[in-house]
């Protein structure tokens, strides 16, 4: 209870409590409208490989609002999740990004890139999670194996032998697995074993201090060091600096993303060398 309340209040709220759960309450009920009325849209940001080509994208999800703003998914991601309204939205990006992959796909440049799309831990624990993921890739015909599904340690949080036999079904068909933000979580080594991954992804903060940061530049060397023992991709989120990248390639980092390099964009705003640079066929 706020310090502020005197003795006498029955209230349970303090004045900001109470404009929080109002300005999420509202939020709740607009995002439901943009559900509605569907005006959401994904942003792409461009993954290059070693040698610098593109390899792929992650799909960003972004809120416009009047005046040509955009509402940070930092923000309405976790209304959504507590409100259960991250189903639909969920649901509907993955629908979407099936669609850009089939586009992609039918495409001679474009054949072999790889979309990432975020999966939220509620989103992941739906029962009917594996069949919603494959009737996406089935209504859109796209090879699975393009598909990454962004996972973060919160989905551990959970039941592990469940998350195990989800990621092992979607897997069986050829759905990868990228661990989103590691290292900010709570997974133990041991659970890193168990699950099936293709993927690690340095969380930014780990990129952001590294060269300034022994830490941070510990943590970093120790997840591309296990990543490559347990043989593991590993991609660095966050890159932003020529020194960070040059620093990332020394040590064998594989994979790379961040505003040095791209920007999430609309994909008709993606400047032409990217896809020229495309590491397919
Ligand atoms: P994330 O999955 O870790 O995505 C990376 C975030 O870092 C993105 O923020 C991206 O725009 C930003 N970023 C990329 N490169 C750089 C860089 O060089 N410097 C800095 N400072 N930032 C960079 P964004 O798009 O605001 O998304 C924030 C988070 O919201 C995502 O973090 C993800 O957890 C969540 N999110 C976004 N879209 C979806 C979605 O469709 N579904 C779910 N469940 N979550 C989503
Ligand atoms: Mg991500
Ligand atoms: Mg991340
Ligand atoms: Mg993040």
Redesign the pocket.
Known sequence: MAKEEGRNTTRFFSPQMQARVQAHAEMEAALRQALDEGVFQLFY?PQFCRDGKLVGA????RWPVEGGRMV???DF?PVAEDTGL?VPL?GW?LDTACRQLAAWQAQPGTRTLSLAV???AR?FHQPDFVLQVTSAMQRHGIMPSALKL?LTESVILGDIDETVARMAQLRTLGVRFSL??FGTGYSSLSYLRRLPLDQIKID?SFVRDMLDNAGSETIVLAILGMSRSLGLEVIA????TEAQHAFLLEHGCQRF???LLGK?LPLAAWPAHWLDSCAGD
């Open positions: 940001q992650e799909a960003l999800a940070s998914p930092a991601i991250i969920g990006v975020n999966v939220s989103q962004e989103d933000d930014q989120e966050g890159v932003e993303q961040g505003y999430p």
